[in-house]
């Protein structure tokens, strides 16, 4: 009988290769049509696996869902960036490979986050996404938060707006 086992751990140098493949993957899907063509493809050749090595050092927590030796998603947190907000942690970025979605893995790495958040000692959580990304903004819905405050980015010239998810 074969056995997968499924963690979720710190990221590790070693995984820079499969961040930036899951980063690629995740973001092509998650913004086509959201994001202007070019720069999305800027946007993702940036972050290749010399940018994921050094981000695993950074002071941002990194962590990666790791389904038997594949990396099939990551989450990066730490103290809230937004000073205007009462939350004083933050989940930047929470992508699965696609091929993972809907099995209950982004709320497991979700979950796990947020409990390192709070080993942290911080109060409250906020996620950002982009209005126009249906998907993100039902899976934070569903996982309890709300939609509570908007603000306009610019991204290669265009204006996106992002949503802040509260979380208590």
Do not use: C
């Not at 790791?66 to 970025?93: C, H, K, T, V």
């Not at 497991?108 to 998907?135: C, I, M, S, Y």
């Amino acid at each position: 009988m074969n056995e997968v086992v499924i963690s979720i751990r710190p990221a590790r140098p070693s995984d820079a290769t499969a961040l930036a493949a899951v980063h690629d993957v995740s973001w092509r899907e998650a913004y086509r049509g959201i994001i202007p063509g070019v720069a999305l493809e800027r946007m993702i050749a940036y972050r290749g696996p010399g940018w994921w090595q050094k981000a695993v050092n950074r002071s941002r927590s990194l962590i990666v869902l790791d389904i038997g030796d594949r990396i099939a998603g990551y989450a990066s947190f730490g103290a809230s960036r937004s000073l205007s907000l009462p939350q004083q942690g933050e989940i930047d970025e929470l992508y699965l490979d696609p091929v993972f979605q809907g099995l209950g893995l982004g709320t497991q790495l979700f979950a796990t986050a947020r409990r390192e958040l709070a080993a942290q000692r911080r109060k409250g959580l906020v996620v950002w996404a982009l209005r126009d990304n249906d998907r993100a903004a039902r899976f934070y819905e569903r996982l309890g938060g709300r939609a509570q405050a908007h603000e306009t980015i610019r991204v290669s010239g265009i204006s996106l707006v992002r949503t802040a998810f509260m979380f208590p």
